[in-house]
């Protein structure tokens, strides 16, 4: 006999409630993906909808916008302290350039100031390092990490779409490559952009903290959101 409750708790992420930070970008579909995983999915706006969250997504867009919108509702810094207090937390795309401590190329305003970040991550990335939206490619990539959707035949790989996507330039004594994106042979390249001699860092861990340069959210690859809420509940 089948318990009626069974398929709803066994889905990753019940019983928890993560936020997902709805100021700018495609968090629509990062709500969809975490509610899909079985948590409670929170669009976070102003400070006071940090309180009670177990995680935070921060999803693809603009990172200048999210970063000025983040000032202007008074977020950026409770966001800050919360990170450095161990919040875990998921960037994707922008959300990857907001969790780094360091940007090679930041944005600056009018008034010449570099666009900020949230930081907590030891990593330095590179805005739009693939190219602009007619270079947005798609690609395979072997990702650690996801043995838990291990079947018979191996743990499959990631479909990964890259739109204006960063990469990872320098990576910190505590931080973990994930996935990277290898240079392009010419006769079956995967991406129109070369990269000669040199793979791409395009996914990374450190600790409570992800961060993927792709966005899982587009394709429907839920892993991603998955080893993230396994990470939340210290499984990962």
Known sequence: MTNSLSAASARPGSGLRIGVLALQGDFREHLRAIEAAGAVAVGIRRPKELDGLDGLVIP??????????ARAFELAEPLRERIAEGLPVYGSCAGMI???NDIADPATD????????????DITV????????????????DFKGLDFSATASGVAP???????????????PGVE????VEPADPEHASHAVPLPGTARIVAVRSGHLLATSFHPEVTGEKRVHELFIRMIRGEA
Not at 158 to 170: L, S, T, Y
């Open 126 to 141: 590179r805005r739009n390092a693939f190219g602009r939206q007619r270079e947005s490619f798609e690609t395979d990539l």
């Open 98 to 100: 907001l969790l780094a």
């Open 60 to 69: 693809g867009g603009e990172s200048t916008a999210i970063d000025k919108l």
């Open 110 to 121: 009018l008034s010449g100031a570099p666009q900020q970040t949230f930081g907590g991550l």
């Open 158 to 172: 990631v479909h990964a779409v890259f739109i204006r996507g960063p990469w990872v330039e320098r990576v910190g």
């Open 177 to 180: 490559i994930l996935a990277q």
